[in-house]
């Protein structure tokens, strides 16, 4: 954007949440009404930026300390056998376990030499995390505080890191093949809390993240200082920001299931005409898909099965990132996306394609509802422009596993006139991602007085044409494959291989009663309501992805786009308790009738 947009930057995400809320609450907050129930779900949505800047914040420190950790690997001239070991294979989004830097870190606890030892480099005190700045202990003890332990959030981050140069010299992105094998996976699975991670020093990672260097590591007074070993630690800010995220969404979840109870839903407009909301939704939405197409995939941020249930092509494409995280990936530097090979290529283009796609089918999808079922043109666009003016989605625009599933559950309720269509769409966010499964028994007791066998066909069709498409990857590997797309396996309990909240402190056998209850939630919505409606299809839908994020074993409370636009509409729809099954899905067994009809009046 900034070959058309003179010095256009991308705002940074806590600049983003003031500016989006500000104008969230001037379009959408109804000051004639203040009590009103828009104006406490304007609040609630607002109140989950705060967990995904915390969410955010403590990713960004924990990268940063591990691309400064690995590249004072390199300058330290790190054997390239033991870096050779350490290979990602990007082709399939997937990497092999890093032995060679494991056994390097336990050679320096145990043999601490001059030649491998981990040391800090003092010509490079800006790149020296605090997990790196060693005190005068006794050599074993200091080697090993070169590993760090970075807990999976939404998946493992991989960092396509820096190459090391001299201090002297400029630094550069760029990374030849050579340099490609030591791309080590961040998060050592199993590895415990190394006892300098949690001495931190503000001089050398500020208050915001940023890297100073105006401290050096063998300071002695900035160790003596006791107020820097007192900041919080990386996995403490992303643990409170799960549970923010948490709670609030526990509290969407009980606004949801009281919905289907509020019957007087009185017209409560935006304060702004439908052509200036559509000048600033197409505005918003051109500068996002922007940031897609300027963006580099040099985050590999792991999707699809690899992080539980789901369907194993999903996990083929990277994720696109569209926020800096670290200053070394943002700097001055421009990324080169040639550092990829040709297959890799393909598929970060595929995953932008699909990114772009699938936020497109999102905003025409909430805009197309919004005329055709809500009959109110203004509401639909009002809705797709807080969609894209929410923080979540500037953060995580790039993340086909969050914005596809959400598109098809969209278009799902587009079609929901047409059984067979929607089963179509249903079927297909289900084989990508599995969690849209539960919606089955909601969706069945919507349809079950008429459509029902041809929602039914539709979902089987689509399932069947996955399976179709994992065939082709060969016999043996189907088995597995079908296994992990319809999440045939007992749920995981051990910490370490969990992500999000569940592997940051959380003990993971709380999540079977969480599961338990969240069964009973979806067997009760095939009870209840008894009479079911368009409105309560909808609320309904975004209840159950509501309280899927509790017990997401890797990442639960980020994945916002499942429900997210469905949560919109159920605020902006009007009452529908009219348009249910019997009045408007047509009856198949009439069509074929009327001709026979015809002919009978006709002799």
């Known amino acids: 954007m900034s070959e058309i947009l003179l010095y256009y930057k991308r705002p940074d995400p806590t600049t983003w949440?003031?500016?989006?809320?500000?104008?969230?609450?001037?379009?959408?907050?109804?000051?004639?009404?203040?009590?009103?129930?828009?104006?406490?779900d304007i609040f609630l949505l607002i109140l989950l930026a705060p967990g995904l800047l915390m969410v955010h914040e403590g990713r960004r420190r924990q990268l940063q300390e591990i691309e400064s950790e690995v590249i004072t690997h390199r300058q330290n001239e790190i054997p390239p056998t033991s870096a050779n070991s350490a290979k990602i294979d990007l082709n399939h989004g997937t990497q092999r376990t890093e032995t060679g830097l494991r056994e390097l870190v336990a050679a320096n606890r145990l043999n601490p030499t001059p030649g491998n030892s981990i040391q800090p480099n003092p010509t490079q005190r800006n790149l020296t995390p605090r997990n790196l700045t060693q005190r005068p202990r006794d050599a074993a003890t200091a080697s090993s505080s070169s590993s760090s332990k970075l807990g999976a959030s939404g998946g493992d981050v991989l960092v396509a890191l820096t190459q090391a140069v001299p201090a002297e010299e400029p630094l550069d992105v760029t990374i030849s093949d050579e340099e490609a094998s030591v791309r080590a996976e961040a998060a050592f699975l199993a590895q415990p809390t190394m006892p300098l991670a949690s001495e931190s020093s503000e001089s050398i990672l500020g208050a915001d993240g940023s890297m100073s260097g105006e401290a050096s590591a063998a300071d002695p007074e900035s160790d003596a200082d006791p107020e820097t070993a007192s900041e919080i630690d990386p996995e403490d800010i992303r643990r409170y920001g799960f549970i923010s995220l948490f709670i609030v969404?526990?509290?969407?979840?009980?606004?949801?299931?009281?919905?289907?109870?509020?019957?007087?839903?009185?017209?409560?407009?935006?304060?702004?005409?439908?052509?200036?909301?559509?000048?600033?939704?197409?505005s918003l939405f051109i500068f996002m898909?922007?940031?897609?197409?300027?963006?580099?995939?040099?985050?590999?941020?792991?999707?699809?099965?690899?992080?539980?249930?789901?369907?194993?092509?999903?996990?083929?494409?990277p994720a696109i990132p569209t926020r800096p995280v670290t200053d070394a990936l943002a700097g001055s530097t421009q990324s080169d996306e040639n550092e990829l090979d040709a297959s890799?290529?393909?598929?970060a283009t595929i995953a932008k394609v699909l990114a772009i796609l699938a936020h497109a089918a999102i905003v025409s999808g909430i805009v197309l509802i919004g005329n055709w079922h809500f009959g109110n043109m203004r509401a639909g666009v009002g809705c797709a422009t807080l969609y894209l003016l929410m923080p979540y989605t500037a953060q995580m625009t790039g993340r086909v596993d969050h914005a596809l599933p959400a598109a098809l559950l969209l278009w799902a309720i587009l079609f929901y006139r047409k059984p067979l269509v929607a089963g179509i769409f249903m079927g297909l966010a289900a084989g990508l991602v599995y969690y849209p499964f539960f919606l089955l028994p909601l969706w069945i007791s919507f349809y079950w007085r008429r459509g029902v066998w041809r929602f039914t066909i539709g979902v089987a069709v689509m399932l069947g044409l996955l399976m179709m498409l994992l065939s082709l990857s060969g016999v043996e590997s189907l088995v597995d494959h079908l296994r992990t797309m319809f999440g045939l396996f007992k749920p995981e309990t051990k910490s370490n291989i969990l992500g999000g909240i569940w592997g940051l402190g959380w003990n993971p056998i709380w999540r079977l009663p969480v599961i338990v209850g969240f069964v009973i939630l979806c067997s009760f919505f095939a009870a209840w309501p008894a009479q079911k409606n368009l409105g309560t299809l909808i609320g309904c839908s975004a209840a159950v992805m509501v309280g899927a994020q509790f017990w997401h074993g890797y990442g639960g409370g980020l994945y916002i786009a499942w429900f997210l636009p469905l949560l919109l509409l159920t605020i902006f729809r009007p009452n529908l308790q009219d348009r249910i099954a019997l009045k408007v899905v047509s009856d198949s067994s009439s069509k074929k009738r009327r001709p026979a009809a015809l002919e009978v009046d006709a002799a």
């Open 249 to 282: 969404q526990f509290m969407l979840l009980i606004r949801l299931l009281l919905d289907p109870l509020m019957v007087r839903r009185p017209l409560l407009d935006p304060n702004l005409s439908s052509g200036g909301l559509t000048f600033i939704g197409v």
């Open 344 to 347: 890799q290529s393909r598929l």
């Open 289 to 317: 898909m922007a940031n897609i197409v300027a963006s580099t995939p040099r985050i590999q941020i792991e999707q699809g099965p690899k992080l539980g249930p789901g369907y194993a092509l999903m996990n083929m494409l």
């Open 17 to 40: 949440v003031y500016l989006s809320s500000f104008l969230t609450i001037g379009l959408f907050f109804v000051f004639h009404r203040f009590w009103s129930i828009r104006n406490l």
